[in-house]
C-alpha cells in the first residue's frame, strides 16, 4: 500500500521555524519525484518545492525563496521541508505528493498525497 505520511507541523510564531517530513512507504521511492504543496483556508492548493533525482530541486513559490528548503535522505524514504523566518501568511495545510514523471507544480500530476499536516505561524 503506497503512503506518504506528513509530520512535524504546529503552531509557531512568526520568525519561527519549522522542519516538516513526508515519509513515504509501498513504492521505490528514488523513481518518484516527490512535492510539497500547501493550501489555505479558502485558497487554491499551491506548489511549493519539488525534489527528484531526475530534476533535482525545484522553486515554484517566490515568497519562500531564501527562506524554505527541500531536502531528501533517500535511506530513511523521507523528504524534508526545512522552513525558516516563518511569517503568517505560511499558514496553511501543508501536503506532500509523489510523482512518477517528475516534478511539477500541478496538484493533478501528481499520483499519491499524504494527509497533510497543518502549520500555524501567529503575529
Known amino acids: 500500500e503506497v503512503q506518504l505520511v506528513e509530520s512535524g507541523g504546529g503552531l509557531v510564531q512568526a520568525g519561527g521555524s519549522l522542519r516538516l517530513s513526508c515519509v513515504a512507504s509501498g513504492f521505490t521511492f528514488d523513481d518518484y519525484a516527490i512535492g510539497w504543496f500547501r493550501q489555505a483556508p479558502g485558497k487554491e492548493r499551491e506548489a511549493v518545492l519539488c525534489?527528484?533525482?531526475?530534476?533535482?530541486?525545484?522553486g515554484y513559490l517566490a515568497s519562500v525563496k531564501g527562506r524554505f528548503t527541500i531536502s531528501s535522505d533517500n535511506a530513511k524514504n523521507t523528504v524534508y521541508l526545512q522552513m525558516n523566518i516563518l511569517k503568517p501568511e505560511d499558514t496553511a495545510v501543508y501536503y506532500c505528493a509523489a510523482s512518477t514523471t517528475g516534478c511539477s507544480p500541478s496538484v493533478t500530476w501528481n499520483d499519491y498525497w499524504g494527509q497533510g499536516t497543518q502549520v500555524t505561524v501567529s503575529s
Open positions: 525534489i527528484s533525482d531526475s530534476d533535482g530541486t525545484i
